[in-house]
């Protein structure tokens, strides 16, 4: 036993032991990575990129920032690098003393080490960078100030009757930029790269808007001394053609509104030849904005005059046949109410429609003095008219609604009578087929449905004597009546044929009954119910023992039978 037991411990222990030296060769693994890692770090071009700023006047502040950068380089390479060689080689020192725990800890140090280098590189060549992109922008942009510099001044000198009175504010403030230019060559020159790429921002940026300005300049003279006093007068002369031709434009105040403009107009020049474009520009807007209220409100008035000469004889139309059909309707109902029951919300609805159409003519003829005059404040005619447009059109339809309703007394009370006299012919003929049938007897539920035809239509025809007549109810008593009428007659037609095709059956069925006894007895019983006047019961006994005897014959019994 004791034999299991010591080969047991021995695999423990080979088996531990084969454990830590695997761990030893990954911890060695991750050190030797490191390592790589590290020597990748010594290599780093960093130098190359040092260089590029040589390129420029190492004076003033690129100086500085190239000693910065070399001096910040060169402390990461000694302390930094240095740092993590020797957590690396205390890790290595670890790993073969089995202080795996320790080793880790180094490593991870010497990593975080690595990673600050390589961090510190990429930040340090992203400035050194940035310096170069700086300079080339500066030097695009000194270029291109250079440029719109000569081409203000030349368009100054060439052109400067465009520019009217600021033509020498204009040169002066241009003058001022050519120092500014100089000094950006100076500082270029010193090695101040930073503080000249910041000055020629600001260069560039005032020649640009300075250059935009200049383009704008013209324009705002154009407008402030041609467009806009032409604009005035082209709105003078047209609102006193709109005048003599009966436009009353007075609500526009045109005169007192043109001349606020143009003293509002006088202080834009000056703006101008300060340079002041900002408050000139908002100045000339107000104007423009004001301008283009003052002519929507004649172009209104215009539009306003063309939709009145378009519509004032259609609603002239529609408000003279609303007021002859009010009175119509008004004669109509006193006749027609002694006659019929009318709906009291109609009369109502008439009475309203009078006083209504009463204030519509009104102001119609408020519209009729306004346009009679010389001159018209069309807006207001129109706002009229559509107020009688808007209100007319309903009245007219409301008022054809309740006039069709009052043809439809007579033409419903005259359909009711037709009705009735139909129920009466239709009833007796009904009852005349039931007696001269082959029937036993009329059965008595025909009776009680003639008995209830016959009150209906004494009830009917006592209710038509009554003044006035509620249409509505014996056009729905009628329609009672014929419903019942229907069923009078449906039922009557089916027992007709049930009593009619049973005899067939019978008769047919004679052939068999000396032979059959059973089929004897079941014709006996089926005779037994048509004497009861159970029509259908025996129809279906009569089919039933037919088909006993002669498969199919009931079937085409009646098929021949429909076809009769």
Same mark, same amino acid.
């Given at each position: 036993?004791?034999?299991?037991?010591?080969?047991?411990?021995?695999?423990?222990?080979?088996?531990?032991?084969?454990?830590?030296?695997?761990?030893?060769?990954?911890?060695?693994?991750?050190?030797?990575?490191?390592?790589?890692?590290?020597?990748?770090?010594?290599?780093?071009?960093?130098?190359?990129?040092? %260089?590029?700023?040589?390129?420029?006047?190492?004076?003033?502040?690129?100086?500085?920032?190239?000693?910065?950068? =070399?001096?910040?380089?060169?402390?990461?390479?000694? *302390?930094?690098?240095?740092?993590?060689?020797?957590?690396?080689?205390?890790?290595?020192?670890?790993?073969? #003393?089995?202080?795996?725990?320790?080793?880790?800890?180094?490593?991870?140090?010497?990593?975080?080490?690595?990673?600050?280098?390589?961090?510190?590189?990429?930040?340090?060549?992203?400035?050194?960078?940035?310096?170069?992109?700086?300079?080339?922008?500066?030097?695009?942009?000194?270029?291109?100030?250079?440029?719109?510099?000569?081409?203000?001044?030349?368009?100054?000198?060439?052109?400067? *009757?465009?520019?009217?009175?600021?033509?020498?504010?204009?040169?002066?403030?241009?003058?001022?930029?050519?120092?500014? @230019?100089?000094?950006?060559?100076?500082?270029?020159?010193?090695?101040?790269?930073?503080?000249?790429?910041?000055?020629?921002?600001?260069? *560039?940026?005032?020649?640009?808007?300075?250059?935009?300005?200049?383009?704008?300049?013209?324009?705002?003279?154009?407008?402030?001394?041609?467009?806009?006093?032409?604009?005035?007068?082209?709105?003078?002369?047209? /609102?006193?053609?709109?005048?003599?031709?009966?436009?009353?434009?007075? *609500?526009?105040?045109?005169?007192?509104?043109?001349?606020?403009?143009?003293?509002?107009?006088?202080?834009?020049?000056?703006?101008?030849?300060?340079?002041?474009?900002?408050?000139? /520009?908002?100045?000339?807007?107000?104007?423009?904005?004001?301008? &283009?209220?003052? @002519?929507?409100?004649?172009?209104?008035?215009?539009?306003?005059?063309?939709? %009145?000469?378009?519509? #004032?004889?259609?609603?002239?139309?529609?408000?003279?046949?609303?007021?002859?059909?009010?009175?119509?309707?008004?004669?109509?109902?006193?006749?027609?109410?002694?006659?019929?029951?009318?709906?009291?919300?109609?009369?109502?609805?008439?009475?309203?429609?009078?006083?209504?159409?009463?204030?519509?003519? !009104?102001?119609? !003829?408020?519209?009729?003095?306004?346009?009679?005059?010389?001159?018209?404040?069309?807006?207001?005619?129109? &706002?009229?008219?559509?107020?009688?447009?808007?209100?007319?059109?309903?009245?007219?339809?409301?008022?054809?609604?309740?006039?069709?309703?009052?043809?439809?007394?007579?033409? &419903?009370?005259?359909?009711?009578?037709?009705?009735?006299?139909?129920?009466? !012919?239709? #009833?007796?003929?009904?009852?005349?087929?039931?007696?001269?049938?082959?029937?036993?007897?009329?059965?008595?539920?025909?009776?009680?449905?003639?008995?209830?035809?016959?009150?209906?239509?004494?009830?009917?025809?006592?209710?038509?004597?009554?003044?006035?007549?509620? %249409?509505?109810?014996?056009?729905?008593?009628?329609?009672?009546?014929?419903? @019942?009428?229907? #069923?009078?007659?449906?039922?009557?037609?089916?027992?007709?044929?049930?009593?009619?095709?049973?005899?067939?059956?019978? =008769?047919?069925?004679?052939?068999?009954?000396? !032979?059959?006894?059973?089929?004897?007895?079941?014709?006996?019983?089926?005779?037994?119910?048509?004497?009861?006047?159970?029509?259908?019961?025996?129809?279906?006994?009569?089919?039933?023992?037919?088909?006993?005897?002669?498969?199919?014959?009931?079937?085409?019994?009646?098929?021949?039978?429909?076809?009769?």
């Amino acid at each position: 036993m004791w034999v299991y037991v010591l080969i047991v411990v021995i695999l423990a222990i080979v088996i531990a032991i084969g454990m830590l030296l695997y761990i030893r060769n990954i911890r060695k693994d991750d050190i030797k990575t490191q390592s790589i890692k590290l020597e990748g770090m010594r290599s780093l071009p960093f130098q190359d990129e040092l %260089v590029k700023v040589k390129n420029y006047n190492l004076h003033g502040e690129a100086q500085s920032l190239y000693k910065t950068w =070399q001096s910040d380089w060169q402390g990461v390479l000694k *302390h930094s690098l240095t740092e993590a060689q020797n957590d690396l080689d205390q890790a290595a020192a670890d790993v073969e #003393k089995f202080r795996f725990k320790d080793s880790r800890e180094k490593t991870e140090s010497a990593n975080a080490k690595l990673e600050g280098v390589e961090s510190k590189y990429k930040e340090l060549s992203g400035e050194i960078h940035q310096l170069i992109s700086s300079n080339e922008e500066g030097e695009r942009k000194y270029n291109e100030a250079e440029r719109l510099y000569r081409e203000a001044k030349r368009d100054v000198l060439a052109n400067g *009757h465009q520019f009217g009175e600021a033509q020498p504010p204009l040169e002066k403030l241009i003058e001022t930029y050519e120092p500014e @230019l100089k000094a950006y060559e100076k500082q270029v020159n010193q090695g101040n790269y930073v503080t000249a790429n910041k000055e020629i921002d600001e260069v *560039h940026e005032e020649l640009s808007i300075l250059k935009e300005n200049m383009d704008e300049i013209p324009l705002l003279i154009k407008e402030v001394q041609k467009d806009l006093p032409q604009q005035f007068q082209e709105v003078r002369f047209g /609102c006193r053609d709109l005048k003599a031709e009966g436009y009353d434009l007075e *609500h526009v105040k045109v005169e007192g509104k043109l001349s606020t403009l143009k003293g509002k107009l006088n202080l834009v020049e000056p703006l101008i030849t300060r340079l002041e474009l900002d408050e000139a /520009c908002d100045i000339l807007e107000d104007i423009n904005n004001q301008l &283009d209220d003052m @002519l929507e409100l004649i172009e209104h008035e215009v539009r306003a005059k063309t939709k %009145v000469d378009h519509e #004032k004889d259609i609603i002239t139309d529609d408000l003279f046949l609303a007021k002859d059909m009010n009175y119509t309707l008004r004669t109509e109902i006193d006749y027609v109410k002694e006659q019929y029951h009318i709906n009291e919300t109609d009369i109502h609805r008439v009475q309203k429609f009078e006083h209504e159409i009463e204030n519509m003519i !009104d102001v119609y !003829d408020e519209v009729i003095t306004e346009t009679s005059k010389t001159t018209a404040r069309y807006s207001e005619v129109l &706002d009229n008219l559509e107020y009688i447009k808007d209100n007319i059109g309903s009245i007219n339809d409301e008022q054809q609604q309740i006039q069709q309703y009052l043809v439809n007394l007579r033409e &419903d009370e005259a359909e009711a009578r037709e009705n009735s006299i139909l129920i009466q !012919d239709r #009833k007796e003929e009904i009852y005349r087929e039931l007696l001269g049938s082959n029937l036993s007897s009329v059965p008595e539920k025909f009776l009680v449905m003639k008995n209830e035809l016959d009150i209906d239509i004494k009830e009917i025809n006592k209710y038509f004597q009554r003044r006035p007549l509620n %249409v509505q109810y014996i056009k729905d008593k009628v329609n009672r009546t014929v419903v @019942l009428m229907n #069923k009078y007659e449906q039922e009557a037609y089916e027992i007709l044929q049930e009593a009619r095709l049973t005899e067939v059956m019978i =008769q047919y069925g004679n052939r068999y009954r000396r !032979d059959d006894p059973d089929f004897n007895q079941m014709l006996t019983e089926a005779e037994r119910l048509f004497r009861e006047n159970r029509y259908k019961r025996a129809l279906q006994i009569a089919e039933k023992a037919l088909e006993k005897v002669e498969p199919g014959a009931a079937s085409r019994i009646e098929k021949e039978f429909d076809k009769q």
